[in-house]
């Protein structure tokens, strides 16, 4: 999958949801816009990494510390 895809899928999802309000204003998209993003990025990453914080950090470009963080955040720590 190309980050063209990945793009084209959160388009899509987006207008899903504009649909979904039927012209009610949206309030705090961003913030919900990361919380439902990052748990699966997380949850993905850290399986292909075998559950190795270190690596799965590297491949996500953060600090470990900061992955550790948002996993705890997300009750993904194993």
Same mark, same amino acid.
């Given at each position: 999958? !190309?980050?063209?895809?990945? $793009? $084209?899928? *959160? &388009?899509? !999802?987006?207008? +899903?949801?504009? &649909?979904?309000?039927?012209?009610? /204003?949206?309030? +705090?998209?961003?913030?919900?816009? *990361? &919380? *439902? *993003? /990052?748990?699966?990025?997380? $949850?993905?990453?850290? @399986?292909?990494?075998?559950?190795? @914080?270190? %690596?799965?950090? @590297? ?9 550790? %963080? %948002? ?8």
């Amino acid at each position: 999958m !190309s980050k063209k895809h990945i $793009e $084209e899928c *959160v &388009r899509t !999802s987006l207008e +899903g949801y504009f &649909r979904d309000l039927r012209g009610t /204003e949206p309030d +705090g998209m961003h913030d919900m816009l *990361v &919380r *439902v *993003v /990052e748990r699966p990025l997380l $949850e993905v990453v850290m @399986q292909h990494a075998d559950n190795n @914080q270190s %690596k799965a950090a @590297q491949w996500l470009g953060l600090n470990r510390n900061t992955l550790r %963080k %948002k996993l705890l955040e997300h009750k993904l720590l194993k």
